[in-house]
């Protein structure tokens, strides 16, 4: 009887293990997307190049692209949604904005800008409807923060108060809106990367371990699945194939790190926490699974993605990328 458990537990690891793939849902617009928010298992929005934005109320079957007024050049490279109606979209510069929808995207209110010489934002996350932070490139050696308390419609800068110094050639990765999360404890967590690459917790610093010394390498993303465990992702965007120092993992905040067994398959620009031991990771070379906590990741699809995001409310989880792309993970069960 043993061996017969055993036998079928290892057997239920094998077919959990090739359950997931990827489903392409739409392609071909000539749009880099690498703003995503899955608001349901119903309702996403994407943001991307060219002043783009999609959105689909009905899983990703149907999409809805739409072409904000009088920002038709701007690179939308992050998005936060709320509901069927309302969304924040951040344009990365010249000038730097910030616009907000209540009308599904019909128009749009300008609720920050800022044409500071240099101003890059990077990333924006809501730990709430209510509270968001938007993290941006260094300006005089300090990474630019702004927050809102009141869903998005003003932003407070906040850059002298937390002072996140960063060292020569380090900077931040607009790769795909996740290398800053807004914690629910009220903390925030930010990665960096270029020459040196650090971990933000407020404003405490911590160095990482993963690759840095180019101005291609360093940390991408973060995802956290409490307040003490992190897994980072990166590498180096020029050798997309490369797994070196490209995965990287805490359990006590950031302390002690560790390498997975098995780690993903190349560069990697986001990571994301699905449930239980599960998440995903996503680049240039196609998308990573584990099931174990990051031990051991799996590649269950070569298809090019920017950025994975699953369901704040609910079990879904899309990739969206270059050219259009966005795609669901199917659990096939």
């Not at 807004?182 to 917790?201: P, Q, R, T, Y």
């Amino acid at each position: 009887m043993r061996k017969l458990i055993i036998i079928l537990l290892f057997l239920q690891c094998i077919i959990f293990s090739n359950a997931q793939t990827v489903k392409l849902l739409t392609s071909g617009t000539k749009t880099s997307i690498r703003g995503l928010s899955v608001v349901s298992d119903k309702i996403v929005w994407a943001s991307g190049s060219n002043g783009t934005v999609a959105k689909s109320m009905d899983a990703g079957n149907t999409w809805q692209w739409l072409i904000v007024k009088g920002y038709e050049r701007t690179d939308f490279r992050d998005i936060e949604a709320f509901d069927e109606k309302t969304a924040i979209i951040m344009g990365i510069d010249s000038p730097a904005i910030i616009l907000k929808t209540v009308d599904a995207g019909e128009t749009w209110k300008l609720v920050y800008m800022n044409d500071t010489k240099g101003m890059f934002l990077d990333a924006m996350d809501f730990a709430n409807e209510k509270e968001g932070i938007v993290i941006g490139d260094p300006i005089n050696n300090l990474f630019f923060v702004a927050k809102t308390t009141d869903a998005g419609n003003t932003w407070q800068d906040k850059t002298a108060t937390l002072k996140m110094v960063v060292e020569k050639g380090e900077a931040a990765f607009a790769s795909s809106g996740t290398n800053i999360r807004n914690m629910k404890n009220g903390n925030s967590i930010f990665v960096s990367g270029g020459l040196a690459s650090h971990l933000f917790i407020g404003n405490k610093k911590i160095e990482l371990p993963i690759l840095q010394g180019k101005e291609t390498t360093g940390a991408n993303s973060i995802a956290a699945k409490n307040n003490k465990m992190f897994i980072v992702v990166g590498g180096d965007f020029n050798t997309k194939d490369s797994i070196t120092k490209n995965c990287f993992i805490t359990r006590n905040g950031g302390i002690n790190w560790s390498a997975p067994a098995t780690l993903p398959t190349g560069y990697r620009s986001c990571i994301e926490y699905i449930n239980k031991q599960t998440w995903i990771t996503c680049g240039i070379n196609g998308v990573d699974i584990t099931n174990d906590d990051g031990n051991n990741f799996k590649q269950i699809s070569t298809t090019s993605f920017h950025v994975c995001r699953s369901a704040k409310k609910g079990s879904s989880v899309f990739f969206a990328g270059g050219g259009g792309k966005i795609g669901r993970l199917e659990w096939n069960l």
